[in-house]
């Protein structure tokens, strides 16, 4: 039998603390059930005393995820500490996950301590932290620019005051590939007492090597691998957990492990988090970007045709990705409905189902065909339960090469029919002015985006918008044939996912001590 690696996902917290990844904690909620789903060992869900919404998250999840532990980060000092076990206190299966740097660069500018000191508090945390769990991982930030004896020290030290599970991280994306496995071998040959514990490696992707960096610590001993779907996280982000588990499952001839991930539901997990974030994925993304599995080239195409694994190393149906696009439409039933569903990667309750079904009939109605992303957008807010405090009624736009864009727009808000007019420097920004004015908002545009969904010139397009407002991001989404229609519908959606997330910001502060 193959040795198992434990996955362990940091989605919802290294990945989330980069901008433009942030989510609320419902959104959270959603994404660490699909990651239950996908068979991750172990759900990082936050980092408790950074700020309260991270506290939240880890109370809810520890409170609703079943299988997979939970853990959550704190530093070495006790208050860190003892928020963490707070936030895990519901948990089936907690653990606890502290780190201090361990590179003479970082003690010396970061935390001004001597390498005495760093020891001390590692072991003073410790000590603490074993009277109320014994589920510890200990993580030495840094750990690839940090002096390898030094490195040894302090591990030696962690796994005799009782941590179960040690993290290397390549906290910069600085190292290489053979220098990695060789740092991992030398902690594994040199730190007594290693072998009760279980070694992980954590790489981000600054020189892209992140994926690459994993698989050399594996070589070398380790047997747990922090990772994030789609590889979102600080900067150029950390290894992307589908790279890392299809290369392992692609790769059994030379690589004798194996992952407990059901491989079918990476590509539904990769596009729920799409859908959350709104991030975008270039099309060229190794396992779940669009063009992974396309053939173009007619060399390439004539010789999948005659036998598949001339161009293909394994099939989009072993990630997940679905056979055939699927459209729906208004005579599409109940039943056809929820299997689609399925297959992207959503689970209704009978009730939200039923909800569902009748807003896609009224959607069915307006438009003749129904994409996976439209039912994405409908399955979401219904399980979010965002409420439409705007509505778009009723739009015109004129532009041209001879007239000043203008847009008139009706907009229904909070149940009252309103209307008004902008100029513009362009139909879009006319719209969005008019909106703006309609709904008296004070956010930002960060980003717009338009994505065809379909090809030829009568496509579907796909609009993204992302606003600011106090700190708060949102993204919204619009499908339409017209994509000024999309545009409007797109604002319009991220301002309703605004006024929801304010609302539950406010909640949330109410109810914390
Ligand atoms: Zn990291």
Do not use: W
């Not at 996950?97 to 508090?121: C, G, N, P, W």
């Not at 074993?130 to 020290?153: G, H, M, T, W």
């Not at 056979?323 to 056809?336: E, I, N």
């Not at 009939?361 to 996976?372: G, I, N, Q």
Request: aromatic share 6%; proline share 4%; hydrophobic share 40%.
């Amino acid at each position: 039998m193959s040795e198992k690696i434990y996955i362990f996902d940091t989605t919802l917290r290294d990945g989330e603390q980069a901008p433009g990844f942030s989510m609320n904690i419902e959104e959270k909620l959603i994404l660490a059930h699909q990651l239950e789903k996908l068979g991750v060992d172990i759900i990082e869900a936050g980092f408790p005393s950074a700020s309260e919404g991270d506290y939240e998250a880890v109370r809810r999840v520890s409170q609703e995820v079943q299988t997979p532990e939970v853990c959550a980060l704190a530093r070495t000092r006790k208050e860190d500490i003892e928020r963490a076990l707070e936030a895990l206190e519901p948990a089936q299966n907690p653990r606890l996950h502290i780190f201090i740097a361990t590179s003479d660069l970082h003690l010396e500018y970061k935390l001004r301590m001597t390498r005495q000191q760093v020891i001390e508090s590692v072991l003073s945390a410790l000590e603490f932290a074993k009277k109320y769990i014994d589920n510890i991982e200990f993580s030495c930030e840094d750990a690839s620019r940090s002096d390898p004896d030094f490195l040894v020290q302090v591990i030696t030290e962690a796994v005799k005051a009782g941590a179960k599970v040690i993290n290397i991280p390549d906290t910069v994306g600085y190292t290489l590939p053979f220098e990695f496995e060789s740092l991992i071998k030398y902690i594994k040959e040199k730190t007594p007492g290693i072998e009760q514990v279980i070694l992980s490696v954590h790489c981000h992707n600054d020189l892209g090597l992140a994926v690459a960096n994993s698989l050399a610590g594996i070589r070398a001993g380790a047997r747990q691998v922090e990772c994030t779907i789609n590889g979102i996280g600080e900067r150029a982000g950390n290894a992307a957990m589908e790279e890392i588990v299809m290369a392992i499952n692609t790769r059994k001839d030379l690589l004798d492990y194996h992952t407990d991930i059901v491989t079918e539901q990476i590509y539904p997990t990769s596009r729920l988090l799409r859908k959350i974030t709104g991030l975008v994925i270039p099309p060229n993304k190794a396992i779940v970007g669009a063009n992974a599995f396309s053939h173009e080239a007619g060399i390439h195409q004539d010789g999948v045709l005659k036998h598949r694994l001339t161009y293909e190393i394994m099939t989009p149906e072993k990630v997940g990705i679905p056979s055939s696009r699927l459209v729906l439409g208004k005579h599409s039933g109940r039943h056809a409905f929820r299997k689609r569903l399925e297959e992207l990667g959503f689970e209704l309750s009978d009730e939200e189902l039923e909800q569902a079904f009748r807003r896609f009939k009224e959607l069915a109605d307006k438009k003749k065909e129904v994409f996976d992303e439209d039912l994405e957008v409908l399955v979401m807010d219904e399980i979010l339960k965002i409420p439409k405090k705007y509505q778009l009624r009723y739009i015109n736009v004129t532009s041209g090469t001879e007239v000043m864009p203008t847009a008139s727009v009706q907009m229904e808000i909070d149940g009252v029919l309103v209307r008004d007019a902008e100029f513009g420097d362009g139909p879009v920004d006319a719209a969005f002015k008019t909106i703006a004015k309609l709904t008296g908002t004070k956010s930002r545009l960060l980003l717009y985006s338009v994505n065809a969904i379909t090809g030829g010139t009568d496509a579907q397009g796909e609009v993204r918008v992302r606003i600011e407002e106090e700190g708060i991001e949102v993204t919204g989404f619009g499908a339409h044939t017209d994509i000024i229609v999309a545009s409007a519908l797109a604002y319009i959606d991220a301002l309703n996912r605004l006024e929801y997330r304010k609302k539950n910001l406010s909640q949330l502060r109410r109810q914390a001590p």
